[in-house]
């Protein structure tokens, strides 16, 4: 008998420079550029080796994270069931509904920017891998993970020129560790406005919702009209890049679902859009409207550390990821509510692992020796984001064809020795 799913798998090294972020460590990882760096072969292990992944895991996994960010009223049909209802009053100081969303990270704030850019990154990978995905039976969750997504997107952009940016104060929440069931801090709105525009979140709202066959035009002139950067409006997530990456990602993806040519007359009429970057990042997106290409065994295993990044996924994962929700126990194993201050002492310190595994997080992963400490205290390598997810997801779903294509290949030619 052949074996069932294995396939060769080859991992790849990147001889080039990036700029090393918080996204960058997954971002060198996972998105390198053809226009920069030279990709090489490094190392080809044998058909069925021990460092064959299981991609169709992986991307279930990867998929079902984002319902463990889930923020407002879950469905019935909600998996993770550590998680309950949270933040059902948001918007209300301003007579708005800003109930539903993600979760940003671990904590408790939602951050308008990110999770556009992630809804981007799903709708790529939804739209690129449509087959690959359905076979493997992960289409209707990964549309109803953006779904999720955009109709909070559509909720915040209450009026022509407003879009609301954030909801939570992120100091408050970084000084407390609760569940999000459990959440008392303030749930302070931001938003953009023409008197006070923020171009990047507005148009990768647009780019968002474009990408998710939503045309939206009019936040897309929203952006262009009343330019002005982000790093003026924003409390968190601000920008660093200028606003002009987001305005060419949001015209390339408008163009894509509208195929009007304006749009991509845009693109191009720009001169810096082609330009050579060595990073794609929520901050960044030059390269999201050029070609890319991605790996990702590093991430599940194939690597210094020989444990996958992704929790739940292999036998050796991070068991303290930096995650309010993970980290104490749940509503239904422990009712009674876990204040600011007893989250910190109780759980956030505690050297045991988390109660609950919040499958398919991918954390922020080693640092640049290729070491990871598994400390919930360390955020900048342990603690998962929307974005990171989102970028997997469309980097691993190529890979199910790929692994089909080998397996297939491999049998063909030595079928005679089975």
């Known amino acids: 008998m052949p074996p069932s799913s294995c396939a060769v798998i080859e991992s790849y090294k990147i001889m080039g420079q990036g700029r090393i972020t918080r996204l960058g460590v997954w ?7 053809l226009a920069r760096n030279k990709v090489t072969a490094i190392d080809h292990e044998g058909f069925c080796s021990t460092t064959t992944f299981a991609y169709r895991d992986a991307l279930g996994k990867a998929i079902l994270f984002f319902e463990g960010q889930r923020s407002g009223k879950l469905p019935e049909s909600q998996r993770v069931k550590w998680r309950g209802n949270s933040a059902l009053s948001d918007g209300k100081p301003e007579n708005v509904n800003l109930i539903g969303g993600y979760y940003d990270a671990g904590d408790n704030v939602k951050f308008g920017w990110p999770m556009a850019y992630s809804v981007s990154l799903l709708s790529w990978a939804a739209v690129e891998y449509q087959r690959e995905i359905s076979s493997v039976n992960q289409l209707g969750y990964l549309r109803g993970a953006i779904r999720w997504g955009t109709d909070f997107i559509l909720r915040a952009h209450t009026s022509p020129t407003t879009l609301y940016t954030q909801v939570g104060d992120g ?33 990768e709202s647009a780019a968002a919702l474009a990408s998710a066959s939503i045309v939206f035009k009019k936040l897309f002139e929203f952006a262009d009209k009343h330019r002005g950067s982000y790093q003026a409006s924003c409390p968190f997530y601000c920008s660093y890049s200028g606003y002009q990456d987001e305005l060419l990602w949001a015209a390339a993806w408008l163009y894509k679902a509208s195929e009007d040519n304006k749009y991509l007359d845009y693109v191009l009429s720009n001169q810096g859009w082609s330009q050579v970057v060595s990073e794609f990042s929520w901050d960044n997106k030059f390269a999201g409207a050029q070609m890319l290409l991605a ?17 739940g996924f292999g036998s050796k994962f991070p068991l303290q990821i930096h995650h309010r929700g993970a980290s104490i126990p749940s509503i239904g194993a422990h009712p009674a509510k876990v204040s600011c201050n007893d989250g910190y002492s109780s759980y956030y310190h505690s050297s045991n692992p988390n109660p609950n595994v919040h499958v398919g997080a991918i954390v922020g992963g080693p640092d640049s020796n290729d070491q990871f400490k598994d400390l919930r205290t360390d955020y900048s390598h342990a603690e998962p984001t929307t974005y990171m997810n989102a970028a997997f997801v469309g980097s691993v779903a190529p890979l199910l064809a790929q692994s089909e294509q080998e397996y297939l290949h491999f049998f063909q030619t030595n079928r005679q020795n089975y």
């Open 171 to 203: 100091n408050a929440d970084h000084q407390c560790w609760e569940r999000p069931e459990d959440m008392d801090t303030p749930r302070t709105l931001s938003r953009i406005t023409s008197d006070s525009p923020g171009s990047e979140a507005a148009a």
């Open 27 to 33: 971002g060198l990882i996972l998105w390198h550029f």
């Open 295 to 311: 790996k990702v065994d590093y991430i599940l295993g194939k690597n210094p550390m020989k444990m996958s990044y992704m929790a």
